[in-house]
């Protein structure tokens, strides 16, 4: 088997700059960027950083949009030999600050219109490494002398990806330079990505998805991608016609809005060769196939830590249900018991892996080392979730073991969640736990026991988290009860919570209609 080539993600935009400066590479809305020019762009933005004190090692925390500046930002960072760290642009409050602090950003570059969440949390004592916040703006206009790029090899940090948290604080993943491109080559052969394809994402530059497609994955298949800075259903076939997309890069429950909504004039005529979204029904792939005229990708499985587990080979096709085969190429992939021994045909088990090759998967927790050597038991990595494979190689997924929930594609912290509510007078106890969607993904719900003596209904239980969460965790669901199902140590079942699912005194927000701006 062919050692596959380590390198860095500043190696893959340099070699673009080379061999094809001009064309187009990232589109924003309109706003057509070249490789040459995002190079310029992340020149002049890595010296005004280094005029900061920024270096090797430092770490830059973005609260950005989709945007050509986040880009730049990202790029400039790693040119100074320092470690990018995107937050989810939702975040605020305790959310915002831990991710902050934990990280010890020296810089937070955000947006405008969200700095005030920013000037909200930092502050000496709360985030003691913080030393500027900037406006991209700021970063934009040659202010510095021009410096030469820091030395960056393969193994080298470029970014802290936090993960939503399920027993403690969301965590810092540390991802090589390495690591990113590898995950952008896997799934570039996985879509047989080809250099004239133009892929679609309204995917946020804050999770690794769009900055392994469409930043690096560009850099190293050719053509462009188009980033969108929020998805509608009624602009989605309209951005399509506009953008020439051939490949689309959505969530499932994206898709399942795309192919439910009525027919729309621009939806014929398109160039669409495939549409990429995890999870993807049996109903809505046929409607894709059908109805578009366009095939579908599904079959992959992949987290922060370790892509992609699971895909597709190039040619092969999926199972209804199955998450590809198991990738045996990058690592050696397999399905534990709870004594890590290897667990038959057809039988569930833990997913487990360990790489083939250096830097190809993330290098730890940050500033967590017990953490790391947990999910390193017996040198398996363990994801915490549960498959099961068929006599052809197929991956099925059966259920995860921790506790975090999965909304509209966002990780969300039972932990965090819960902390929040442990600050309201009249919650006494509660669990955060996940009940089925129709869309494919996790709703939220709140079971809580009230304080002795305290009123608080559901609806308005629900309106103070609402102002305290990030809109993607808003519960649908609240229910009050005198206690919650424990074990004999006391600690909640929240498996048992989760079967018992919506109940008679379960109030429904959706169903009362209670709306929330997103904001």
Partial sequence: MKIPVRTTILAALLSRVASDPDSDYLDFHGDQWTARRIEEASKIAAANLAALGVGVG???ATLMENSAEQVV??????????????INTAYKGEFLRHQIADSGAAVVVVHDELRGRVTEVVG???TPDVRHILEPGQLATLGAPALSDAEVGPSDLACLIYTAGTTGPSKGCMLSHNYVVSMAGQIARAWQRQPTD??????PLFHLNAISICVVGTLLSGGSAAIARKF???GFWPEIKRTKATVLSMLGSLAILVANAQDHPEMHGHQLRVCAAAPMPPDTDRIWRERFGCATFSGGFGLTEASLLAALPPGVENKPGAAGMLNQIEFETVLLDDKDSPVGVGEVGEICARPRYPDMM???YWNRPGDTVAVWRNLWYHTGDLAKVDADGYLFFVDRKK???RRRGENISSFEMEKVLYGHDAVKDCAVHAVASDMGEDDVKITAVRNEGMAVDEESLCRWVAERVPYFAIPRYVEFRDDLPRNPVGRVLKYQLRDEGVTAQTWDREASGVEFERK
């Fill in 58 to 60: 430092d770490r830059v």
């Fill in 73 to 86: 930002t990202f790029f400039a960072t790693l040119r100074l030999g320092a470690v990018a760290v995107p």
């Fill in 124 to 126: 000496a004592q709360s």
């Fill in 198 to 203: 133009v892929v679609w994402t309204p995917l």
């Fill in 232 to 234: 509608s259903v009624s």
């Fill in 362 to 364: 993330f290098a730890g």
């Fill in 403 to 405: 506790d975090t929930l």
